[in-house]
């Protein structure tokens, strides 16, 4: 069974960074594509990024381009998310997700989630 756990959240001031970490405790992991997204109070959850089962291909939001790398080890099991020059407007609760089809990166698109961790960035 997909159970994904994320780590690394926390209180960072603006300009700093923070990276997150979720591993994936099924035998599958490499055999998807992950996906990182957030949601802010009030606001639907968003796209972050994504990378491909073997790493070869990432996307991102415009909003994080040039701040925020995604990438993953499959002999851990685990796909990361480097934060850097971060903003208040990042503050948010970050999930990892998989993807289990070809199409957009909709969050119809990904079927398991993990629970989340906070992210506050303060100014």
């Known amino acids: 069974q997909v159970q994904l756990i994320e780590s690394g959240g926390g209180l960072v001031q603006a300009g700093g960074s923070l990276r997150l970490s979720c591993a994936d405790s099924?035998?599958?992991?490499?055999?998807?594509?992950m996906g990182w997204f957030r949601q802010a109070p009030g606001k639907e959850r968003e796209f972050v990024a994504a990378?491909?089962?073997?790493?070869?291909?990432?996307r991102y939001a415009d909003f994080v381009k040039g701040r925020f790398t995604i990438s993953r080890d499959n002999a851990k099991n685990t796909v990361y998310l480097q934060m850097s020059s971060l903003k208040p407007e990042d503050t948010a609760v970050y999930y990892c997700?998989?993807?289990?089809?070809?199409?957009?990166?909709?969050?119809?698109?990904?079927?398991?989630w993990g629970q989340g961790t906070q992210v506050t960035v303060s100014s």
């Open positions: 997700a998989r993807k289990y089809g070809s199409g957009s990166d909709s969050t119809s698109n990904y079927d398991y």
């Open positions: 099924g035998r599958t992991f490499s055999g998807y594509t």
């Open positions: 990378i491909t089962r073997s790493g070869g291909s990432t």
